[in-house]
């Protein structure tokens, strides 16, 4: 989230789409609902099925499972057509005034300017901007770099700036072609439309909207560029750092925000730094590729803070190998394994499927049942040398060769050696969580693990101190970074977690002194703040983004004040927030160009004149000492310091601005360009068990995936009180279609896809209505997904041992890599 | 002292009732139980569950002397969270089902190749045999230089897969181990 779970009391308007918060997240959906009851504020709800959260809607509209781009982009035209704009903010704040080079060209036909069709992407060197002057953009083989001067049109009239290249982009998204794709008539989606952006009307800028959403959205092969429109059309509104406003991830797990920002991912290192590639060379030629340079008009500034990339890069690498990270030996930087492939979630299973992939170590995290594709990640377990579980309950990956299906002799032939290891629950591990609100909040410890079972850092450890131990011993292939890697714990077998929050907060290890105030941190001390970090071995960090955690001052992410000075739900003293406590992000927006509060009732960072400082009751999220009159641009992640309403260069795979484009499983062509039905970069896979299928071959109904209130993914089917609660899984079928099928309630029913068939019982419902699309009647169906072939009735024989996910396709949205859970194709049968 | 809900809670197990309510309620009182949690230590916790992070109150029993194990009697949202209020969803009160819970995996087991059982075995063997498979897996497959002979010291043939609850400090341990090994496939719930 830019902003936070109370914050959301702060809005008038909210647009909820891709998410279900009152089912999914009841204990923070009390925000929403105090918004509507306090400030009057009014609630959008766009989803394929009536649901819970729509229920409390002042507006409900259903729409066709990954339409949302056509929706939004809807939305984007209504608000250019009818002045529903926030013009100063537009023109200063985001890069609507930027001029794009010659060359570039928008999707009339569904592809961009340099798309390469043998290789499936994009040269993207026309995705730029142009340099002021009209200098020749830098030539075709140079790596293209944005232009440090940029030419820009205040008057945004140039024809080729990105606010007139925006309005012609979704001039095509007319009520009438919303209709067609998403199956929401022309007069609601008009009316949501209208209400949305109505806290623009008339020129005021006091109001504010927030939009929020969860998996929904990011699910589908394009689902980096749903949340890119819902994050322009706040840009166009003028919404993001404003309380209240933003762009909201709900989120539907406890830590995997912190997972992201602690690089869980392949492509990524902690605090979001880019993994090294092999072309990089060095340490200088790898911070040379991922450090920006700032680009922007001549008179305006921007702080762009990446440029201090190597201070966090080299702060890691002291924090992982201490005294072994060298200037003479580059920090190290040989240690990092150097990546030019995608090594993504989809792809460990594909490579295992293939053989490449021969151990596979799981701790707390059941990738059979989470899938996609379940079949594939089954059998591709059956080819690997050996598995490493480490969970609380027998789960579907660790007993992948029991699953249904696999006979008795055939487990003679599965060579796989599993192990499968008790860890430890939440209630006995302490550490922190980071919340959709980018919270750190410490939990403690109540009780040791059960029997046998071990804190998971403990078995971590000591399975890799093992190893260390081997190579030691024994030497073997490059031991270097094993054998050198910092492990200074006071119980080096089983590490306090305190201990690893300080190290990843990060301390000094040189004196250091901070060149405005020439406050000293001497050597030892924690860091007060990311500021301080240095590159020049002076300093350790493992997460840059969480310096400022743990500092001399104490744990801040141990807080419990529970002041809230402001009113404005901010609570300062409660835990701690990255960046430095900021709790809403890019709040410098919040203000207009002079520094003043947008809206004087809900006050968050100001300038004070006197002070020659932005103050506030958040922390400002800005350069502290930056004045009004010299144009800094508040998004200071950015290098340009302006929002991005058009991505340049390699920010997006498929394009500067979103385009809708089918799920790769749909029941229509494209409207738009029904040659170029699908994203055009989509990364799909070829093993015999990657089957896709269409509407010609009878899969003709629309599928989409969630969950329930009373389960958590494939957890609670342990528990007794959930499984009494919710005690067997159902498809839920529109009346029409099961009439159509002869499908009665409670009958049991197989849904079938080109993958595999699922097993539950009919649920018939009105919450999901016959839809027309582009002229077609369609169907959608919806499965929550708790079920498994481990569980208190699985185990029973009084479910079917059949997993959602069975159905689902490996392919990917080309940007962040997940899945298309949500919105494939399926047929649907009596059982 | 502020009369908070749970200061309340506790005094209402003594005499301070009969005051507050006005007339002698002895008898009734006399048969009252003490209450549960009023004899246990709280400890602050967050749910495992969404990302809304409900606070919770692990209540737990046990003096914490030497061989005394503290027993878990009760789970309740934590009415300070500025975010929860003390409020808990249909999962998040039943945490207590899933502390203890008889379904818990309580010792590390083995399923040898072409086994069709589960097998016990101890902590060190099983730390022995997973080293010394990431080593020869690691030894056999690890990559020094690819075909343009750039130095790329990466390892693709171990796969790690992080979950949903693993903290920020573990995923710490989990790169700082993990990446030292060369892996490039380390993913986490928080990609799908």
């Known amino acids: 989230m830019t902003n936070g779970w109370i914050d959301i009391k702060n809005t008038d308007m909210m647009l909820i789409m891709g998410g279900n918060p009152a089912e999914n997240h009841p204990c923070g959906f009390k925000w929403p609902i105090e918004a509507k009851r306090q400030r009057n504020a009014k609630m959008i709800v766009v989803d394929p099925r009536f649901t819970r959260t729509a229920a409390v809607a002042d507006l409900f509209l259903q729409i066709r499972a990954g339409s949302d781009i056509a929706f939004l982009g809807g939305v984007i035209h209504y608000a250019l057509e009818n002045g529903r704009v926030a013009k100063e903010y537009l023109v200063n704040y985001t890069n609507a005034a930027f001029v794009i080079r010659e060359g570039f060209k928008l999707p009339e036909d569904g592809l961009y300017s340099g798309f390469d069709p043998s290789a499936q992407t994009y040269n993207k060197a026309t995705w730029n901007y142009q340099e002021s002057g009209g200098k020749a953009a830098p030539t075709e083989n140079t790596p293209p770099l944005l232009p440090p001067n940029v030419d820009f049109d205040p008057a945004l009239e140039n024809p080729r700036c990105v606010y007139q290249l925006l309005k012609q982009q979704y001039s095509r998204y007319t009520p009438e072609m919303v209709e067609r794709i998403t199956g929401i008539p022309k ?76 690089a869980g991912i392949f492509d990524n290192l902690p605090g979001y730094l880019k993994v090294p590639t092999p072309a990089d060379g060095n340490f200088a030629g790898w911070m040379k590729r991922i450090t920006p340079t700032a680009s922007k008009p001549k008179d305006w500034e921007s702080w762009n803070y ?23 030996n580059d920090w190290a930087y040989a240690y990092l394994p150097k990546v030019d492939r995608e090594y993504s979630w989809a792809h460990i299973w594909d490579d295992m499927y293939r053989g490449n992939v021969k151990g596979l170590l799981a701790f707390g995290m059941n990738g059979v049942a989470i899938g996609p594709n379940s079949q594939k990640n089954i059998d591709a377990l059956k080819k690997a040398d050996w598995l490493v579980v480490c969970d609380l309950y027998p789960e579907e990956t660790s007993s992948f060769w029991q699953s249904p299906g696999v006979p008795p002799e055939e487990k003679k032939s599965i060579q796989t050696e599993v192990y499968r290891l008790p860890g430890a629950g939440f209630a006995e591990k302490d550490g922190t969580f980071v919340n959709s609100a980018r919270w750190l909040q410490w939990k403690w410890a109540a009780v040791p693990p059960p029997g046998d079972a071990k804190l998971d850092q403990e078995i971590l450890t000591r399975i890799f101190l093992k190893v260390r131990e081997l190579y030691q011993k024994e030497g073997g292939k490059f031991p270097d970074p094993i054998v050198n890697l910092a492990w200074n714990y006071t119980d080096p077998e089983n590490p306090s977690l305190a201990e690893v929050a300080k190290e990843l907060n990060g301390r000094a290890l040189g004196d250091v002194t901070d060149p405005a105030t020439q406050q000293v941190i001497k050597a030892g001390q924690q860091l007060p703040g990311f500021a301080f970090l240095r590159d020049d071995g002076s300093t350790a960090s493992g997460n840059w983004l969480w310096c400022g955690s743990w500092t001399e001052a104490g744990a801040l992410i141990q807080r419990r004040g529970t002041d809230d000075p402001s009113g404005l739900g901010i609570y300062p003293n409660w835990g701690w927030s990255w960046p430095m406590n900021r709790r809403v992000l890019y709040n410098r927006a919040s203000c207009d160009l002079n520094g003043k509060p947008w809206d004087s009732g809900r006050r968050q960072v100001w300038w004070n004149e006197a002070q020659k400082r932005w103050v506030g009751n958040d922390v400002p999220d800005f350069k502290p000492d930056s004045q009004p009159k010299d144009h800094m641009g508040p998004f200071i992640m950015n290098p340009e310091g302006v929002g991005r309403l058009f991505v340049p260069l390699g920010g997006m795979a498929d394009g500067p601005f979103p385009e809708h484009y089918e799920p790769f499983e749909s029941p229509i062509a494209n409207p738009l360009h029904p040659s170029q039905s699908n994203n055009p970069v989509v990364k799909k896979f070829s093993t015999n068990l990657d089957k896709y299928g269409t509407s010609a071959e009878g899969y003709a109904i629309v599928c989409t995936t969630y969950r329930l209130t009373e ?25 029409e279609l099961a009439n159509e099928l002869g499908i009665i309630g409670g009958e ?20 999901i209505r016959p839809m027309t699309i582009d002229g077609k009647k369609v169907y959608q169906i919806g499965l929550p997904i708790h079920q498994g072939y481990r569980g208190i009735q699985e185990d029973a024989g009084r479910v079917p041992r059949s997993i959602a996910n069975l159905l689902s396709p490996t392919v990917t949205d080309p940007n962040a890599y997940t899945p298309e859970f949500k919105g494939f194709l399926v047929k649907l049968e009596k059982a | 002292m502020n009369p908070t809900r749970r200061n309340f809670l506790r005094a ?25 949690i009023a004899r246990t230590t709280e400890t602050r916790s967050t749910c495992p569950y969404c990302s809304v992070s409900c606070g919770v109150i692990i209540h737990t029993l046990g003096d914490k002397a030497k061989n005394v194990t503290a027993q878990v009697v009760h789970v309740e949202g934590d009415p300070d969270h500025p975010i929860n209020r003390g409020t808990l969803c249909p999962k998040g009160s039943s945490l207590m089902q899933d502390i203890l819970n008889d379904r818990r995996l309580l010792k590390p087991q083995v399923r040898r190749p072409g086994s069709d059982h589960w097998e016990d075995i101890g902590w060190d063997q099983a730390y022995n045999e997973i080293a010394r498979h990431i080593k020869k897996t690691r030894d056999e497959t690890f990559i020094t230089t690819d075909a343009q002979g750039r130095s790329v010291n990466r390892l693709e043939s171990i796969a790690w897969n992080g979950g949903c609850t693993d903290t920020n400090e573990f995923n710490y341990l989990v790169v700082k181990t993990m990446r030292s090994l060369g892996v490039c496939f380390l993913e986490n719930q928080a990609r799908v």
């Open chain 1, 187 to 262: 007069d609601q989606f008009l009316k949501a439309a209208d209400l949305f952006t109505s806290i623009r009307k008339d020129g005021d800028t006091k109001q504010v909207a927030t939009i929020i959403y969860a998996v929904g959205w990011t699910q589908h092969t394009f689902g980096s560029q749903i949340i890119r429109t819902a994050a322009m059309l706040q840009l166009l509104l003028g919404n993001v750092g404003r309380a209240g406003g933003g762009v909201n991830a709900l989120r539907g797990h406890s830590n995997i925000q912190g997972a992201t920002d602690m």
């Open chain 1, 306 to 328: 990446w440029s201090n990339t190597p201070k966090f890069a080299v702060s890691l690498l002291k924090s992982m190998y201490g005294a072994a990270a060298t200037k003479e």
């Open chain 1, 711 to 735: 389960h958590y993914h494939y957890w609670t089917k342990n528990n007794p009180m959930n499984v009494e609660l919710v005690p067997e899984m159902f498809v839920e079928i529109p009346v």
């Open chain 1, 748 to 767: 049991p029913v197989k849904v079938t896809s080109a993958r595999a068939t699922y097993h539950a019982k009919a649920m018939v419902t009105r919450r």
């Open chain 2, 12 to 36: 209402s197990g003594g005499t301070v009732v009969a005051s507050v309510l006005g007339f002698n309620v002895q008898k009734a009182y006399a048969q009252a139980q003490e209450l549960k």
